[in-house]
């Protein structure tokens, strides 16, 4: 008889126990690389949703603040050299002919 631990069907046995550790092993880092991307990946999914949130805040906090006359108030001082830009806008009939005008030319 032999004895144990000397056959080499012993020996192929172990080897194959351990590759079946290793790959299990390798798998399971993968997978938890994996997870780790999908929670980080989550959280800055969460992060832009909360600074989104705030970006809409200060923007509706800033619209209520700008009104016509406080940018007129403010602005009242400077020289910036700027004409009012007409309010009415011309009749149809005499921005047709004027279109037409240019074309006949």
Partial sequence: M???GSSPIFWKLCA???A?????????TLRQARLEA???LAESRLRIQRLD???SM???DIASRVVPDSVRDLTGDVP???EPIA???PDDDEAAETRLAGETR
């Fill in 80 to 82: 910036l050299g700027f």
């Fill in 16 to 18: 194959m126990v351990a």
């Fill in 2 to 4: 032999q004895q144990r």
């Fill in 38 to 40: 999908a929670n980080e």
């Fill in 87 to 89: 309010t009415t806008a």
């Fill in 58 to 60: 200060v923007r509706a």
């Fill in 20 to 28: 079946v550790g290793a790959v299990a092993c390798m798998l399971l």
């Fill in 53 to 55: 949130r705030r970006l």
